[in-house]
């Protein structure tokens, strides 16, 4: 009997998801139909949507023809309502409202622009998270010329729009405007890095400032001082889709669908939850960050679930670890920040052209990989086996404590010899290595 996946979302979690599924299925000779639902007729590719706000035309692919000869059904609606009982979801499109069964699901429907609850920010700002915003940003600058833009949050998402609309316009006075410091997640010399890229690019810096409202005029800011601008790009945050937890799935504080490591729901096991609405824990045990690194892996493992209980494989249920961090500085500069498993940074950064280049590479084949799957089984090794390597050392780490812990006691009657057999071991355990790491 043919087996009906349905995926709900094709960012780049739910079609890496139904293009993984398929190829699985096909290779494995299992009798599967995959449907993908979206909003949408379009793949967006979300990572270059400060490119659309700057008014550059990039980032938009016809779901179509990415899905051209591969047999996956594309349905094009608003998912409305999803009932895990009956299995089945409703979705309105052109033709109104259908009900499509399914005999697995992912949901895969990501997330939107977090207002963070500033007074005026949704009346008087606006948000880069979906294309149509970036779109709005890109006709306002166009249509308005205006000669100031603020753009609030100094995250990877808020430098990148700052940098990219500076750049582009060179007329317009851009500043950042930040609660904390800019690109928090970067170590000191990839920040300082993206400091001398906003000067040289004349966008003003204002760190631990906190928006307290934004008005026709520009922001409040909570010291009661003003910031003018004609226009207010504001970065946030995300907010995953209220699907999972409309439809009764276990979800955390912040609205994520809890997921064990085979991206099934903790609380609805038929329903399979991937990407920025999914809680999946990484190589450290926190929630994996919201992005499509992880988005990717996400998806295919979600794929790879779905057909290993249907042909009986057992999958690999590692955790996903980190390689990275990817910022645009404009077209000519970026920032690669490597990291370690857990996300915190490594000393170690590329910068300037190379950085460039390596940047639209990946952001390329990141598009290019979720519509073919191509690299699905490497890339899961990659961050996987990162991710293992970062466990083993950690347990290694809490053995040579728990081994040094009875050389502590060298002044309560503990031998020379076996202290100095301690201080070996101490030095020997990776102590050092620890606070390099």
């Known amino acids: 009997m043919t087996h009906r996946l349905l995926v709900l979302g094709a960012g780049y979690s739910g079609l890496a998801a139904a293009r993984r599924a398929h190829g699985l299925a096909r290779r494995e000779r299992a009798d599967v139909t995959v449907t993908l639902v979206n909003a949408t007729p379009d793949f967006v590719e979300r990572v270059r949507l400060h490119q659309v706000a700057a008014g550059q035309d990039v980032g938009v692919h016809s779901l179509a023809d990415a899905l051209d000869g591969t047999g996956i059904g594309l349905v094009v609606g608003v998912v409305e309502d999803v009932d895990p009982d009956a299995r089945s979801v409703t979705v309105r499109g052109g033709q109104g409202p259908r009900t499509l069964g399914y005999d697995s699901l992912i949901l895969s429907l990501g997330s939107s622009a977090r207002a963070g609850g500033v007074p005026g920010a949704d009346d008087h700002a606006l948000a880069i998270a979906d294309l149509e915003g970036a779109r709005t940003v890109a006709e306002r600058i166009a249509a308005d010329r205006p000669e100031r833009v603020a753009v609030v949050g100094g995250g990877l998402t808020g430098v990148e729009a700052a940098t990219e609309i500076a750049e582009s316009h060179p007329g317009i006075a851009v500043e950042l405007v930040t609660g904390g410091e800019i690109v928090p997640s970067a170590g000191a010399r990839g920040r300082a890095h993206v400091r001398r890229v906003l000067h040289r690019l004349g966008v003003a810096v204002r760190e631990r400032?906190?928006?307290?409202?934004?008005?026709?005029?520009?922001?409040?800011?909570?010291?009661?001082?003003?910031?003018?601008?004609?226009?207010?790009?504001?970065?946030?945050?995300?907010?995953?889709?209220?699907?999972?937890?409309?439809?009764?799935?276990?979800?955390?504080d912040d609205g994520r669908a809890v997921v064990d490591a085979s991206q099934r729901s903790v609380s609805h096991p038929d329903v399979l939850v991937?990407?920025?609405?999914?809680?999946?824990?990484?190589?450290?045990?926190?929630?994996?960050?919201?992005?499509?690194?992880?988005?990717?892996?996400?998806?295919?493992?979600?794929?790879?679930?779905?057909?290993?209980?249907?042909?009986?494989?057992?999958?690999?249920?590692?955790?996903?670890?980190?390689?990275?961090?990817?910022?645009?500085?404009?077209?000519?500069?970026?920032?690669?920040?490597?990291?370690?498993?857990?996300?915190?940074?490594?000393?170690?950064?590329?910068?300037?052209?190379?950085?460039?280049?390596?940047?639209?590479?990946?952001?390329?084949?990141?598009?290019?990989?979720?519509?073919?799957?191509?690299?699905?089984?490497?890339?899961?090794?990659?961050?996987?086996?990162?991710?293992?390597?970062?466990?083993?050392?950690?347990?290694?780490?809490?053995?040579?404590v728990q081994r040094r812990e009875p050389s502590a006691g060298a002044s309560r009657g503990v031998s020379r010899g076996d202290a100095r057999k301690g201080r070996m071991t101490r030095s020997a355990s990776g102590v050092d290595d620890s606070r390099r790491a």
């Open 209 to 252: 400032a906190r928006v307290d409202a934004v008005d026709a005029r520009g922001l409040v800011l909570a010291d009661g001082g003003r910031l003018p601008a004609d226009l207010v790009v504001w970065n946030g945050g995300f907010s995953p889709s209220g699907l999972p937890a409309a439809i009764g799935l276990a979800v955390d």
């Open 274 to 400: 991937a990407g920025d609405a999914a809680r999946t824990a990484g190589a450290a045990g926190e929630p994996l960050r919201m992005s499509c690194a992880m988005g990717l892996p996400m998806g295919w493992n979600a794929a790879e679930t779905v057909l290993g209980g249907l042909t009986g494989r057992t999958p690999d249920t590692a955790p996903f670890g980190y390689l990275g961090q990817c910022v645009s500085l404009g077209r000519r500069d970026a920032l690669v920040q490597f990291a370690r498993a857990d996300d915190s940074p490594r000393p170690f950064v590329l910068t300037g052209r190379p950085a460039a280049l390596v940047k639209e590479y990946i952001v390329a084949a990141a598009y290019d990989n979720a519509r073919t799957g191509g690299q699905a089984a490497a890339y899961l090794r990659l961050v996987r086996g990162v991710a293992r390597r970062h466990l083993r050392r950690e347990r290694a780490r809490a053995g040579a």
